[in-house]
């Protein structure tokens, strides 16, 4: 497998890709199985006597010499090659084996995919910003999303089916996300919760308190942020959202919203991991996210 490969990440609505060149360690363990497989080898051969044909060949000339009478009753087969006992143990090691080449290989993918969204020269998804949330409180992404997973969604209150249909999914992407960690965690950490961010696409009749309202329909963990035109239009900006908004619109005025449909996962520094689309469905985002956080335990220890 080359060091150079490519991963295709989705990005608003453009598809960027990307070099992953910093796993060369990940890639050292993928071939260590190689050595796995050679213990497996010796483990077999340690079970296949070697002396069986010097055992005939002695019988042989004892029988020729007259030391041993021959018997008619049929002899017994001595020191078989591959006993039982060494097919069960041959077969468990390789079934285990190859679940572990499943799994290893699906961590270093999901690495790649990560570690490809911070390639040097390539588009940066994510950023500074500081909105309100539906209190009316100041909400800051350095302040509040740093040291924790973040899922951030764009949509607005006034959608007629695209955003209620995700904000669903959000909500039983969190339960699951939250029982998963909370049953594999005895403690309570930073690195096992999740921070589920809604910010309007719709700034204009979006405010925190509809923001408020709409939302406890759907979830209470879920954190809904607004702003100005200028501050959402650089937040999607950031994320490489589509932002079609007008600017300037009067109370009353009828006007189209777009925007694109993906969740934006976040690790606890503030970089960008994967994107995840309207093909996952709950409980497969869910189990998306368990598994970056279970990586990023892994490399925390």
Known sequence: MSLNSY??????????????????????KVDGLNVCYLGIIIAYSSFAPIPVLRKQRDVSAQLFQGHIK?????????????????????LAAGVGMVFYFRYEKARVERLRVAEA??????PKVGGKFELLDQDGRRFSS????????????????????????ELDKMAQMIDLVRASTTASSSSSSDLTTL??????????RDTPSVLKTYLKE???????LTGTWEQIKAVCKAYRVYFSTPEGVKPGMDYLVDHSIYFYLMDPEGDFIEAIGRQHSAEKAAQIIIEHMGDWKGRAR
């Open 7 to 28: 991963a295709t990440l989705p990005s608003g609505h453009s598809r960027y890709n990307v070099p992953s060149r910093q796993l060369q360690d990940v890639y050292v």
């Open 70 to 90: 021959p018997s008619r009753k049929p002899a017994h087969v001595i020191g078989l090659p591959f006993s039982t006992f060494a097919a069960i143990l041959f």
């Open 117 to 122: 969204a911070k390639g040097v020269g390539r």
């Open 142 to 165: 350095e302040e509040d999303m740093k040291g924790r997973f973040s899922l951030v969604y764009f949509g607005f209150t006034h959608c007629p089916d695209i955003c209620p249909e």
């Open 195 to 204: 921070l589920p961010l809604f910010i309007t696409c719709d700034p204009a």
């Open 218 to 224: 759907f979830h209470d963990g879920i954190i809904g």
